[in-house]
């Protein structure tokens, strides 16, 4: 009878080491997926990264390439539109300060702000030296 039950006993002792070694390999099987599974997700989410900034970049140089030819733009009317006033007002002879004060704003933007040549320094002279009107 000692032995049925040391039979017993020890062939339950086997099932519960049998049961805690497959629940063991469960977890670490478990514990294995969710770590490729974060891995996973993190090479995801790094690619999507990637593509944003790739987006970005892009985005930028457009943004660039606009700016830049708006700043042209901005500047050919601006130096278009000082030639044409200068001439005007060197041809009348005189000019009274609001108009002397707005043409000097506009070359300032044209010549400081944008980055424009010396080209209407000439005129711009001759504007400035003109009389006073008085009005």
Same mark, same amino acid.
């Given at each position: ?45 790094? *690619?999507?990264?990637?593509? &944003? ?11 660039? &390439? ?20 200068? &001439? *005007? ?38 504007? &400035? ?7």
């Amino acid at each position: 009878m000692g032995e049925i039950v040391v039979a017993v006993l020890g062939g339950g002792a086997a099932v519960a080491i049998i049961e805690g070694i497959k629940e063991a390999i469960a977890w670490h099987r478990e514990r294995k997926a969710k770590k490729e599974d974060k891995a996973e997700e993190k090479a995801d989410t790094s *690619k999507e990264m990637d593509e &944003r900034l790739t987006k970005l970049e892009s985005d930028m140089a457009d943004l660039k &390439r606009m700016t830049s030819a708006l700043v042209e733009g901005q500047k050919n009317v601006l130096f278009d539109r000082i030639q044409y006033l200068c &001439r *005007k007002y060197i041809s009348e002879g005189e000019i009274d300060f609001d108009n002397l004060r707005g043409l000097n704003a506009l070359h300032h933007s044209y010549h400081d702000g944008l980055g424009g040549n010396g080209d209407l320094d000439a005129l711009m002279k001759q504007a &400035r030296e003109l009389p006073l009107k008085q009005k």
